[in-house]
């Protein structure tokens, strides 16, 4: 499967489960904009270590949760 169609969350299933990945234990950070409960739990289930929003403010950075 070419990565060009994947998205982040589809990569790192990929890396956590395939037996043809290359490195099943790289850590893998997820930036986006977008933080409602739906992408974080199919993040969290893919096996994402860190989730950090953008854009990041002074204010608020880093915003991170740590699920390993």
């Known amino acids: 499967r070419s990565l060009r169609t994947m998205n ?3 990569l ?5 489960t395939e ?3 290359p490195s099943p234990t790289v850590p893998v950070v997820m930036v986006s ?9 199919e993040a969290h289930d893919a096996g994402i270590n860190e989730f950090l ?4 403010r002074a204010t608020a950075w880093p ?3 740590t699920w390993r």
């Open 19 to 21: 037996s043809t990945s």
């Open 33 to 41: 904009e977008r933080v409602d409960q739906p992408i974080l739990l």
């Open 12 to 16: 790192t299933r990929y890396l956590r």
């Open 63 to 65: 915003v991170t949760s």
């Open 53 to 56: 929003l953008k854009p990041p």
């Open 8 to 10: 982040g969350v589809e």
